[in-house]
């Protein structure tokens, strides 16, 4: 056999030892270029365009239903803006609505035709901030916005009073002819309900907290001028932080 000379020898070989050929690496290179080039030719997909899903399809083909107890005192209201209600829900979510009779509350039901999987939730708190007590074109604003939440609590959860003290602090909350109410609901950007003892609160999140502290203060004993200086202050500073 033939040796090679020493000339060829350090041609074949590199510093490091490796034996790979001049030709190797030159197509190692080429190849590395080649691909550098078509990752930069490749265009990033569009995004695709799906079709909406039926009902039958998001629900897996069995029907949901929500029932919303009507209190004997709201028959009468539901009565009236009957068609203010049925409409939306009807028209606007594709759901299936009716009042029961016999139980007396207001059933919702999915069908074929429901296209957003939200859509029952949405109604049952429309119908439910309705037999709270708020009004129908404010209650309609929990199918219009996401982010719209209703909030309860007690007044005796706060502190526990009885009597003409209890008497009293529902008075604070209210004010003369529903000032001191308004003005909160006004400052807040809330809605709120006073039944009985109960506080009902209708807003986004961030409200609903500053119109519930606002409430508490009234409820613990502050005087409505106090709460009316915290309140303008908080809501500023929430503005100018937005």
Same mark, same amino acid.
């Given at each position: 056999?033939?040796?090679? !000379?020493?000339?060829?020898?350090?041609?074949?070989?590199?510093?490091?030892?490796?034996?790979? !050929?001049?030709?190797?690496?030159?197509?190692?290179?080429?190849?590395?270029?080649?691909?550098?080039?078509?990752? +930069?030719?490749?265009?990033?997909?569009?995004?695709?365009?799906?079709? &909406?899903?039926?009902?039958?399809?998001?629900?897996?083909?069995?029907?949901?239903?929500?029932?919303?107890?009507?209190?004997?005192?709201?028959?009468? *209201?539901?009565?009236?803006?009957?068609?203010? #209600?049925?409409?939306?829900?009807?028209?606007?979510?594709?759901?299936?609505?009716?009042?029961?009779?016999?139980?007396?509350?207001?059933? $919702?039901?999915?069908?074929?035709?429901?296209?957003?999987?939200? &859509?029952?939730?949405?109604?049952?708190?429309?119908?439910?901030?309705?037999?709270?007590?708020?009004?129908? +074109?404010?209650?309609?604003?929990?199918?219009?916005?996401?982010?719209?939440?209703?909030?309860?609590?007690?007044?005796?959860?706060?502190?526990?009073?009885?009597?003409?003290?209890?008497?009293?602090?529902?008075?604070? $909350?209210?004010?003369?002819?529903?000032?001191?109410?308004? !003005?909160? +609901?006004?400052?807040?950007?809330?809605? $709120?309900?006073? %039944?009985?003892?109960?506080?009902? $609160?209708?807003?986004?999140?961030?409200?609903?907290?500053? %119109?519930?502290?606002? #409430?508490?203060?009234? #409820?613990?004993?502050? *005087?409505?001028?106090?709460?009316?200086?915290? #309140?303008?202050?908080?809501?500023?500073?929430?503005?100018?932080?937005?």
């Amino acid at each position: 056999m033939e040796s090679d !000379t020493p000339a060829e020898a350090s041609a074949a070989m590199d510093c490091d030892g490796n034996t790979d !050929t001049f030709e190797t690496v030159t197509s190692k290179r080429s190849h590395k270029r080649t691909r550098g080039a078509a990752e +930069e030719d490749t265009v990033p997909a569009k995004r695709p365009q799906l079709p &909406a899903l039926s009902g039958d399809l998001l629900t897996g083909g069995s029907v949901e239903m929500r029932r919303v107890p009507v209190p004997a005192h709201r028959y009468t *209201p539901l009565k009236e803006n009957w068609m203010k #209600i049925f409409t939306p829900i009807v028209e606007h979510l594709q759901l299936q609505v009716r009042f029961n009779l016999k139980t007396r509350n207001v059933e $919702i039901k999915t069908c074929r035709e429901t296209s957003d999987i939200a &859509a029952l939730t949405r109604a049952a708190d429309f119908v439910k901030a309705f037999v709270l007590g708020f009004q129908v +074109e404010d209650a309609l604003a929990l199918i219009r916005l996401d982010e719209l939440f209703l909030e309860t609590f007690d007044v005796t959860d706060v502190k526990p009073l009885k009597g003409d003290h209890l008497s009293r602090a529902i008075g604070r $909350i209210a004010g003369k002819g529903g000032k001191t109410k308004f !003005t909160i +609901e006004n400052v807040t950007k809330t809605r $709120i309900v006073l %039944a009985d003892t109960k506080v009902h $609160i209708l807003g986004s999140f961030q409200n609903i907290k500053m %119109a519930r502290t606002a #409430i508490c203060n009234l #409820i613990l004993g502050s *005087p409505p001028s106090k709460v009316y200086g915290n #309140i303008r202050a908080v809501a500023s500073r929430a503005a100018e932080r937005f």
